[in-house]
Nanobody, 115 residues
Framework: QVQLVESGGGLVQPGGSLRLSCAAS????????MGWYRQVPGQQRELVAY???????NYEDSVKGRFTISRDNAKNTVYLQMNSLKPEDKAVYYC?????????WGQGTQVTVSS
């Protein structure tokens, strides 16, 4: 059984920073592609960034240059460093693990960007 637990969300002012963490249980982390998604009420969940098992990151256009995804395989944890946050970044952020046909989701963490 794989469990993903996100943390690090909260309220931040525009231009501020947050770092999200996603800790994974189980033994699939190092061989999984890890991703961060976000969802706003009434809208579909969208990809923010993902990182391959080899450590290569990819980003949705609106977050390029502001967000950085990274992973620590020794800690079974993936991070999302979010800088220069904007009000439109407000959403529930979800962690996702993908390995072959197996997909796992975390419970989500709320990020609010407001003055």
């Amino acid at each position: 059984q794989v469990q993903l637990v996100e943390s690090g969300g909260g309220l931040v002012q525009p231009g501020g920073s947050l770092r999200l963490s996603c800790a994974a249980s189980g033994n699939i982390f190092s061989t999984s592609t890890m991703g961060w998604y976000r969802q706003v009420p009434g809208q579909q969940r969208e990809l923010v960034a993902y990182i391959s098992s080899g450590g290569r990151g990819n980003y949705e256009d609106s977050v390029k240059g502001r967000f950085t995804i990274s992973r620590d395989n020794a800690k079974n944890t993936v991070y999302l460093q979010m800088n220069s946050l904007k009000p439109e970044d407000k959403a529930v952020y979800y962690c996702r693990a993908a390995r072959g046909v197996y997909i796992y989701w975390g419970q989500g963490t709320q990020v609010t960007v407001s003055s």
